[in-house]
C-alpha cells in the first residue's frame, strides 16, 4: 500500500500525509527502516486506511491525529495540555512514556473501511462540553472550543480526501 502511495502521490506528498521525514519514507518502502516498524505501522494504517481512535480528550479521530496530539507541547495552550496528559496517563494508543499515575483511560479502537455516518448535532455539542469542562476563565472555554472545532474540521476533510479516493 505504501509503496502504491508514494508512486501515486510522490514520497514528499506522502510523507507530509504521514507526518515524518521523507528519508523514513523511503526506508520503510524499500524495507531498511531501522525504527520502530509498528508504530510506522500504525500510522500508515491511520493515514491510508481510514483508522480511527477514540480520544479521551477530542473523541472519535483519525489514527494519525491520534500520534500528532501525542507529541504537543503543553505550553499555555490548555487543548494540548489536556493531549499531554491523556496521552501519558496509560492510553493505549499513545506511544509516549506513562509520567501519571491514574488507571489506564478506557478506548475503543475502531477500524472501518468506510467513512461512518458523521453526526454533526452529535460533535458539536461533543465540542462544547469538552469546552465548558475545561477549568479556567471563559475566554480560555472560548479558545478551546476554537481549537476543537479547527480539530474537527479537519478531521472532516480526511474523512472527505478519504471518501474521494474511493469515487
Known amino acids: 500500500m505504501l509503496k502504491r502511495e508514494v508512486s501515486k502521490q510522490g514520497l514528499g506528498a506522502v510523507a507530509e500525509m504521514m507526518e515524518t521525514s521523507r528519508a523514513a519514507v523511503s ?12 508504530r510506522m505501522k500504525a500510522r500508515v ?10 480520544c479521551p480528550v477530542a473523541g472519535e479521530i483519525p489514527a494519525q491525529q491520534c500520534f500528532s ?10 487543548m494540548n495540555l489536556r493531549f499531554f496528559k491523556a496521552c501519558r496517563s496509560g492510553c493505549p494508543h ?3 512514556k506513562q509520567q501519571f499515575g491514574g488507571e489506564v483511560i478506557p478506548t475503543l479502537y475502531v477500524s472501518t473501511d468506510e467513512p461512518q455516518e458523521y453526526n454533526p448535532h452529535r460533535t458539536l455539542h461533543l465540542l462544547k462540553t469538552q469546552a465548558t469542562s475545561q477549568e479556567g476563565s471563559s475566554k480560555d472555554a472560548q479558545l478551546t472550543y476554537i481549537q476543537l472545532l479547527e480539530s474537527e474540521v479537519h478531521n ?12
Open 156 to 167: 472532516l476533510a480526511a474523512r472527505l480526501k478519504t471518501a474521494n479516493k474511493g469515487d
Open 27 to 38: 526506508q520503510l518502502v524499500n524495507g531498511k527502516y531501522p525504527g520502530n516498524l509498528e
Open 94 to 96: 499513545s506511544q509516549q
Open 69 to 78: 496530539n501525542q507529541r504537543k507541547k503543553p505550553g499555555s495552550n490548555p
Open 45 to 54: 494504517e491511520g493515514v491510508f486506511f481510514n483508522r480511527t481512535v477514540e
